[in-house]
Structure formats: structure tokens, C-alpha cells
């Protein structure tokens, strides 16, 4: 059984391998031998699958997984919530569907929990209090890579909400990091392309906005935009180098919390 004691991964307070050491596997891990990986998403479903496939990835390169059993159990809530991309709609709302996942998520036999939407880290430290599970925060484990990469400015592609709230702009500016974001007309060119690629309607001419974007941010002094939607990565290179990808920072930072009882 697990303890009722919460424990909180936090990039102020442990690192992935520190949480991965706090947790032992659940009675659902425990019959593969490893812990479970919980994942909150539908935020959008696409982007939910791509940290899916990403954290399959990273079964296959780090561990030479083939078969079915070499594989992490997962566990996946996805759940629709207010739409928070063109405009913040009830965020109380938001905040409770978020909550009962995590719980729910948590009594299915996650071990850990992961959330493949930037903007939904608003409510993250709810999250984590109303679970006894650790929550990875992408923003932070986000802002943590940057600062390992000694980089200093940074460009951002984010929903309108994600800045407003400012949760790339206070994690990385405690790291000394400078966000750079797009000017109102610029915003509105991230987010049409970020509602294109969740309805299905990205095309050729969505991916030139975006990158209309990005070179305009890389002009203003960004080293490297960070593509802080997790719709961007399905329609932007993760091979360009002017690009991070949290998404994929995410898949890393799960199977780092779960490789431990793997090896």
C-alpha cells in the first residue's frame, strides 16, 4: 500500500532521480517491475499522445525495448476541461477536472504523474497537494534544462494564457533567465496555429507563421524559442536546434523517475 504521507518533486527542492529514490512501485507496477508512469491529458489529445509516443522512445533507446513487457505501465487520464487556448474559460473548473484525474490516476496505480499541457501548470501546486504522489512540473523541469545549457534569453510560443499567467517568465527569470515573447500581433499568429493543429486544420501555411514567429524572436536577441504549447512540437522539427521541446524534456524526466526499479 502506498503512504498517505505527500511527497512534492519540485525543481526548488528534488531532482527526478531524488523523487525516484522517495517512491517505491505500486501493487499495479510492482507486477512489471517498475513504477507507473501517470499521465493527465486530452489537453489536447494529440499532444497527450505525443508524450506517450515520446516516453516510448525513450523505453526503446535507454532500455532496448522490444517487446510488449519491456514497455512502462502507464496510466492515462484524458480529460476535457474549459478551453483555456483562445481564452481562459472557468478556471475553477479547470482547476477540480484536473484534481480528480490526478486522484483518480492515483488510485488506478500511478506512481508518478506528468501533465503534456503548459497552461494547466497554473494549478499545478494543487495538483501535487491534493495527490501523495509527485506531479512533475514540465515549466520547471523546462527552465532547469536551459539553465543546464548556460543559455540566458530565451524566445517563447505559448498560449495566450500560459503568459498571462506567467509561468515561463517566473521560473525561468528565478534562473536569471530572460523570456522574450512574441508582440500582440505576433500572439495572435501562435495562437490561430495552435488552434489549427488541435482541430486537425494545421497545414503548410500554419508552419510558416510559426516560423515567421521564431525567426522575428531570434532577431530580438532569443537564443532559442521554447515551444511552450504542447500542440507546437507536433507540427515543429524537435531537429532544429533553435528549438526546445518540453514535451520531450517531460518523456525524459518520467523515465528518469522510472528507471530506477527497471534496471
Not at 505500486?26 to 489536447?44: D, E, Q, V
Not at 479547470?94 to 499541457?117: H, Y
Request: one cysteine or more.
Amino acid at each position: 500500500m502506498k503512504s498517505s504521507s505527500k511527497v512534492v518533486c519540485s525543481a526548488d527542492a528534488d531532482s527526478p532521480e531524488q523523487c525516484s529514490n522517495k517512491l517505491a512501485p505500486s501493487i499495479f507496477g510492482m507486477k512489471f517491475g517498475r513504477r507507473t508512469i501517470g499521465i493527465i491529458g486530452g489537453m489536447g489529445p494529440m499532444a497527450t499522445a505525443d508524450l506517450y509516443i515520446k516516453i516510448v522512445r525513450e523505453s526503446q533507446t535507454r532500455l532496448n525495448a522490444k517487446y510488449d513487457k519491456d514497455f512502462p505501465p502507464m496510466v492515462i487520464m484524458s480529460v476535457p476541461i474549459p478551453d483555456h487556448v483562445e481564452k481562459t474559460e472557468d478556471i475553477d473548473k479547470a482547476r477540480d477536472i484536473l484534481i480528480e484525474a490526478a486522484q483518480t490516476a492515483e488510485k488506478a496505480g500511478a506512481d508518478l504523474i506528468s501533465i503534456p499541457c503548459n497552461t494547466a501548470h497554473y494549478a499545478w501546486s494543487d495538483i501535487q497537494s491534493a495527490v501523495s504522489i509527485p506531479v512533475l512540473n514540465m515549466i520547471q523541469e523546462t527552465a532547469r534544462y536551459l539553465k543546464e545549457k548556460d543559455l540566458q534569453r530565451v524566445g517563447l510560443l505559448a498560449t495566450q494564457a500560459t503568459v498571462n499567467f506567467g509561468l515561463y517568465q517566473k521560473e525561468l527569470g528565478a534562473l536569471g533567465i530572460r523570456t522574450i515573447l512574441p508582440d500582440e500581433a505576433e500572439m495572435r499568429l501562435v495562437t490561430q496555429s495552435i488552434v489549427d493543429v488541435m482541430a486537425g486544420r494545421a497545414r503548410d501555411q500554419t508552419k510558416c507563421r510559426l516560423e515567421v514567429v521564431m525567426k522575428r524572436l531570434l532577431k530580438k536577441g532569443a537564443q532559442v524559442i521554447v515551444l511552450g504549447c504542447t500542440e507546437l512540437p507536433l507540427i515543429l522539427s524537435n531537429d532544429d536546434p533553435n528549438v526546445i521541446d518540453p514535451t520531450s524534456i517531460l518523456a525524459r524526466r518520467c523515465f528518469d523517475a522510472i528507471i530506477a526499479t527497471a534496471q
